[in-house]
């Protein structure tokens, strides 16, 4: 359990690298800076890699840009948004063609980030997969830091109380294969029945 007074909120500052939250996620992942300068799209380099050299245990993705996020004396903060999630670890087995991402989350508010994210990478999982011309086969969580904060109790109080459903069944629209052509209506959901209606639940950011 976590008070919410031990993380003080992210200040509104948005204002640009890249477009928002300066150079977390979407710039790490297609804008990462590089020694010699320029930047390195690890998304597009890693879909090259996974068709190229399947068999490789080195497709790795990061969002920690450490010269942006470095704190303590004399340094700056670059960042708004210290990456919470975003590492992750695709696996590709050549002789079955199945291929499983593992992902590894440094921080999580587990009733409102954890729920989106759980989403979010099990949809990449999909998309990579259609993009490298595999079968998704299984999305691996781990998470280091996983909290409640004590304004959360009664809802996931309100959560847990559910009774436990058959999960539903997400797919993909399979003429899209450029992952970057992937839109939220190419998503189709199946077999999703809520026992709750959509509900706020408050969080410190």
Same mark, same amino acid.
């Given at each position: 359990?976590?008070?919410a007074?031990s993380?003080? +909120?992210?200040?509104?500052? &948005?204002?640009?690298?890249?477009g928002?939250?300066? +150079?977390? @996620? *979407? /710039?790490?992942?297609?804008?990462? #800076? &590089?020694?010699?300068? *320029?930047? %390195?799209?690890?998304? &597009?380099?890693?879909?090259? =890699?996974?068709?190229?050299? #399947?068999?490789?245990?080195?497709? %790795?993705?990061?969002?920690?840009?450490?010269?942006?996020?470095?704190r303590?004396?004399?340094?700056?903060q670059k960042?708004?948004?210290v990456?919470c999630? *975003?590492?992750?670890?695709?696996?590709?087995?050549?002789?079955?063609?199945?291929?499983?991402?593992?992902? $590894?989350?440094?921080?999580?508010?587990?009733?409102?980030?954890?729920?989106?994210? !759980?989403?979010?990478?099990?949809?990449?999982?999909?998309?990579? +997969?259609?993009?490298?011309?595999?079968?998704?086969r299984?999305?691996?969580?781990?998470?280091?830091?996983?909290?409640?904060?004590? *304004? =959360?109790v009664?809802?996931? $109080?309100? !959560?847990?109380?559910?009774? /436990? =459903?058959?999960l #539903?069944?997400? &797919?993909?629209?399979?003429?899209?294969?450029?992952?970057? +052509?992937?839109? #939220?209506?190419? %998503?189709?959901?199946?077999?999703? @029945? /809520?026992r $709750?209606?959509r509900?706020?639940?408050?969080?410190?950011?």
């Amino acid at each position: 359990m976590r008070n919410a007074a031990s993380r003080p +909120a992210t200040s509104a500052k &948005t204002t640009s690298f890249f477009g928002t939250i300066l +150079a977390s @996620y *979407g /710039p790490a992942f297609r804008a990462f #800076p &590089t020694l010699e300068g *320029g930047h %390195f799209d690890q998304i &597009t380099n890693i879909l090259e =890699q996974i068709r190229e050299l #399947p068999h490789l245990r080195t497709h %790795f993705i990061s969002p920690w840009i450490p010269q942006y996020i470095g704190r303590g004396k004399g340094k700056v903060q670059k960042v708004v948004v210290v990456p919470c999630h *975003g590492w992750f670890h695709v696996l590709v087995n050549t002789e079955t063609g199945m291929i499983d991402l593992f992902h $590894l989350q440094r921080s999580g508010d587990v009733p409102v980030g954890v729920v989106a994210n !759980l989403i979010q990478y099990a949809a990449l999982l999909l998309m990579i +997969a259609q993009a490298t011309g595999y079968t998704p086969r299984k999305l691996c969580y781990t998470i280091s830091d996983a909290h409640i904060y004590d *304004g =959360q109790v009664d809802d996931v $109080l309100k !959560l847990i109380a559910v009774r /436990p =459903q058959r999960l #539903p069944t997400v &797919t993909l629209d399979q003429s899209v294969t450029d992952i970057f +052509a992937v839109r #939220p209506s190419h %998503f189709a959901i199946e077999d999703y @029945y /809520p026992r $709750l209606g959509r509900m706020k639940i408050w969080t410190p950011i």
